[in-house]
């Protein structure tokens, strides 16, 4: 069983308990080439999209991960933990039965919109040179720098009260390198009772949903790829070359006197509908990022 040789996308139903790693690999024997990646990563607690490049589409996938993304979670207030997650030591619990929706809804505010956010210790940005988790795991304390984020949507759909803790299910729309866990840590410090997260399904990665999305043993029994022609059009602005213009993008070369639809990176497709490269906007001119003929 292999991928079409010039490449897709395969969308993945990420089961709970694997880790992104895992998919590629399983991802890997089911297409048939060690030529696979993925486009951010999912917490082994999270499941839904994954979205994985095969062949040529892995080169790809850097400027995928740029896309907004969507999220179904469950945050529990009362218990804060080592991880912002299930997955962590408890390290406090408050009794939080007194908090009502509109409490938790005051807090949900200053987190919406452009943030300044520090992520969680344990994720995976490197601190010189060593994934942060790794140093937490070694006993080393680490304090991350906050990063500019963007949260476009938070919203409390439910609220309820569990044995002292209260769970709230919300709905994330976020630039990516939010952390959702941070979110929810952040949630339970503004309202002093500590928070982690407990439940985290990505509903969408850019133009990628659930719908579109397999699980693996569906792609045991029916390998599917969305072609790379198709991601790129799905994903950027795009743009229809005439053939001389299509011989000169080939060849990554720069397109004088050109104006793109937006400053890029936009999709440049050949007039049989064959998708050339990125290019973006540079003056008067548009210029390569990545040619994938």
Partial sequence: MTAPPRGGVVVVDKPSGWTSHDVVGRVRRLAGTRKVGHAGTLDPMATGVLVLGIERATRLLGHLQLADKEYL??????????TDD?????TSTT?????TAEQVEAALVP?????????????AIKVDGQRSYARVRAGEQVELKARRVTVAEL???QVRVDHGFVDVDVRVTCSSGTYVRALARD???????????????????????????????QLAVQFSVVPLDEVARATFDA?????????????GRALPDTTLPSA?????FAPDGRFLALYEQAGDDARPVAVFV
């Fill in 111 to 123: 987190l919406r919109g452009e943030i300044d956010q520090v992520p969680s210790s344990v994720s």
């Fill in 264 to 268: 890029g990176p936009v999709a440049l």
């Fill in 73 to 82: 979670a469950t945050v529990r207030l009362g218990a804060a933990t080592t």
């Fill in 187 to 217: 949630v339970g410090d503004a309202l002093g009772v500590g928070g982690h997260l407990t439940v985290l399904r990505r509903t969408r990665v850019g133009a990628f949903g659930l719908g579109v999305a397999a699980t693996l043993d």
């Fill in 155 to 157: 919203v409390a759909e």
């Fill in 239 to 251: 743009v229809d070359l005439d053939e001389e213009a299509a011989r000169h993008v080939g060849f």
């Fill in 95 to 99: 009794d939080a039965s007194h908090l």
């Fill in 86 to 90: 299930a997955e962590g030591e408890v």
